[in-house]
Each structure stands twice: as structure tokens, then as C-alpha cells.
């Protein structure tokens, strides 16, 4: 599929691993699963409970809540970070409409990430307290 550089910059655009180094993100690779989803295969469900990430690295997607079309995507995307630490359900139900060749990052290798590198796991907490406003 695609080479490690290709994916350590996928994942460098990933805002929850946006203060890791290359280092870091070459670790987070090797613990994601390289797939390849056919055309009109629904990776996630709407409701359902949250338990990886999925970083598109080719192919479409199309993202649907409650049935409605809200949005089409190509290229490079990903979703499902929230899941990886509250496995929280799914927001949307994201289908692929071409054939996708994404990494998925389970909440189990992420967990077990984390606990043998705190510094990744320090720069995952900082990137979550970026994106959330203080009050």
C-alpha cells in the first residue's frame, strides 16, 4: 500500500497527534492496520460505539447523519478520533464510494501505545487541551 513516509504525513494531519514528532508517528503507524475497503462498504455507523480511528490514505467517502448527505470527501481525511478515548457513539455513518485504502488505529493498540510511551501519550493530552476552549 502506501510507503511509511506516506503515512506518518497522514497522521501528522490527525489533530490529536499534531505535537508528535516523526519518531512518534512512525510508532503510531507501525500499531495501525493497513485496509482496504471496497466501493459502498459502510466503515462506520451512526449510534454505533466508537472503538478505532480510521485515517483515509486514498479513495471517497461519503459522511450521512440521520440519513442525510452532509458532506462528500476525497483524499485524505480520517474520523473516529474522539472514539480512541471515550468510545463515544458515532456521530455519522461514513460509507466509502470508491475503493479506500485508510489506517485503523484500535482503542486497544492505542491504549497499549500510550502506556509504553508516556511522552506520546503527554502530546496526545496536549493537543486534546488545544482544541478544547478554556473558559
Same mark, same amino acid.
Do not use: H, M, N, T
Given at each position: 500500500m502506501f510507503g511509511k513516509d506516506a503515512k506518518i504525513e +497522514?497522521?501528522?494531519?490527525v489533530p490529536l497527534f499534531a505535537h508528535c514528532s516523526k519518531r512518534e508517528?512512525? =510508532?503510531? *503507524? *507501525?500499531?495501525?492496520?493497513?485496509? @482496504?475497503? %471496497? %466501493?459502498? +462498504? =459502510?466503515?462506520?455507523r451512526e449510534g454505533a460505539t466508537g472503538r =478505532?480511528?480510521?485515517?483515509?490514505?486514498?479513495?471517497?467517502?461519503?459522511?450521512? @447523519?440521520?440519513?442525510?448527505?452532509?458532506a462528500e470527501e476525497r483524499g485524505a481525511n480520517f474520523f473516529g478520533e474522539a472514539a480512541l478515548l471515550t468510545g463515544a457513539p458515532r456521530n455519522a455513518t461514513v460509507t466509502t464510494t470508491s475503493e479506500v485504502e485508510a489506517l485503523v488505529l484500535t482503542d486497544r493498540a492505542? +491504549? @497499549?501505545?500510550?502506556? @509504553?510511551? %508516556? =511522552?506520546?501519550?503527554?502530546?496526545?493530552h496536549a493537543s486534546l487541551e488545544d482544541r478544547v476552549p478554556n473558559d
Open positions: +497522514r497522521l501528522r494531519k508517528l512512525a =510508532e503510531i *503507524a *507501525a500499531v495501525a492496520d493497513e485496509l @482496504r475497503f %471496497p %466501493p459502498r +462498504r =459502510e466503515v462506520i =478505532e480511528l480510521v485515517v483515509v490514505l486514498s479513495g471517497d467517502i461519503e459522511i450521512r @447523519r440521520g440519513g442525510e448527505l452532509v492505542f +491504549r @497499549r501505545l500510550l502506556e @509504553r510511551s %508516556p =511522552e506520546i501519550q503527554r502530546k496526545v
